[in-house]
């Protein structure tokens, strides 16, 4: 489906981002990888990728705070691959604690990371799309990104505002081949929940999965955890044909989260 198309995905050497990295080389996509980690567990992975899917994939290790690298980032796919078809800005960081006692620098950071990185690499990936006349922009916000909860005022407010960025883009570029949409994961089993799932299972005295269970239960109604290969087979829609009216939405996958 995507033969030939270009994804540059960032925060994508783990969770969420790595798992729409694979659905979308699977389709035929070249890969543009951006993240955190060790260089030759990230050599590896790009093989291993490379191997398994057969398309070509690189990696750049820009500083998602800073919007020089991510200048470069951009630049640096659209001089390998030729353009820049599709742009999943999936970096994240997270940090809980009451607003009177949350740190300066957290605040900024989550919403450098969260937020402010994905308008640089918009502002710099629109030209290219626009000069194919095709393009998709997906935004993996959060259902955090529709409502809050308590002791997370830097990650609501950034992914608030992503679900805003989204929104004016998807105006700005509208019938001109590019759609611009957010996707809204609730709970997903990744690294970023992790520490949260674990306070819990600390806090009521039980296991990490009976933690895992309790988190599901306060928020998610369906009791289960969003895949990852849920969110890849998602985002892979968003990029379809029959996807093509589709435009500055915020698509929850969240198990009822939000429909209380």
Known sequence: ?????????????????LGIARAMAGQGCRIMLNGLGDPERIKVLRSEIESEYGTETRFHGADMTCPDQIAALVESAAAAFGSVDILVNCAGVQHTAPVEKFPPERWAAIIAINLSSSFYTIHHAIPYMQRNGWGR??????????????????????????VGLTKVVALE?????????????????????????????????????AGGRDLLAEKQPSRQFV??????????????????????????????????
């Open 1 to 17: 489906m995507l033969k030939g198309k270009t994804a540059l995905i960032t925060g994508s050497t783990s969770g969420i981002g």
């Open 137 to 162: 922009i997906i935004n993996i916000a959060s259902v955090h990104g529709l409502v809050a909860s308590a002791n997370k005022a830097a990650y609501v407010s950034a992914k608030h505002g992503l």
């Open 173 to 209: 570029t509208a019938g001109s081949g590019i759609t611009s949409n957010a996707i809204c994961p609730g709970w997903t089993r990744t690294e970023l929940i992790e520490p949260q799932i674990i306070a819990r299972a600390e806090t009521l005295g039980v296991d990490i999965e």
């Open 227 to 260: 895949s990852i290969e849920q969110l890849g087979q998602l985002a892979l829609f968003l990029c379809s044909p029959a996807a093509d009216q589709i435009t500055g939405a915020a698509m929850p996958i969240d198990g009822g989260w939000t429909a209380q």
